[in-house]
């Protein structure tokens, strides 16, 4: 069956950096879109960033624009989140999914818990 595992999360300092990964088995990987989303205490989740089955595309919610980097390795079946200049309000648990016009497909993973702290 398709299982998509997170992983890179972790307790960092307002400003600093984090990648995340999410690797997808059971899929052909480089025919899917992806994308990050993440759920923080007492909140619905939200998107973060997505990006094209061909990796041409990417496009990314107003509150992480020019601070996190979505990107692909379809050889590795693994889609990455570049997380710079943290935030404390930038603290949940990020999951990956994959996507069809934005609509995520999959029941939701474990994700990945990050807190930033100030």
């Known amino acids: 069956q398709v299982q998509l595992v997170e992983s890179g999360g972790g307790l960092v300092q307002a400003g600093d950096s984090l990648r995340l990964s999410c690797t997808a088995s059971g899929v052909t990987f480089s025919r899917m879109s992806m994308a990050w989303f993440r759920q923080s205490p007492g909140k619905s989740r939200e998107f973060v960033a997505n990006?094209?089955?061909?990796?041409?595309?990417?496009y990314y919610a107003d509150s992480v624009k020019g601070r996190f980097t979505i990107s692909r390795d379809n050889a590795k079946a693994t889609v990455y989140l570049q997380m710079n200049s943290l935030k404390p309000e930038d603290t949940a648990v990020y999951y990956c999914?994959?996507?069809?016009?934005?609509?995520?497909?999959?029941?939701w993973g474990q994700g990945t818990q990050v807190t930033v702290s100030s």
């Open positions: 990006i094209m089955w061909t990796g041409e595309y990417t």
């Open positions: 999914n994959i996507i069809d016009y934005d609509v995520p497909l999959l029941a």
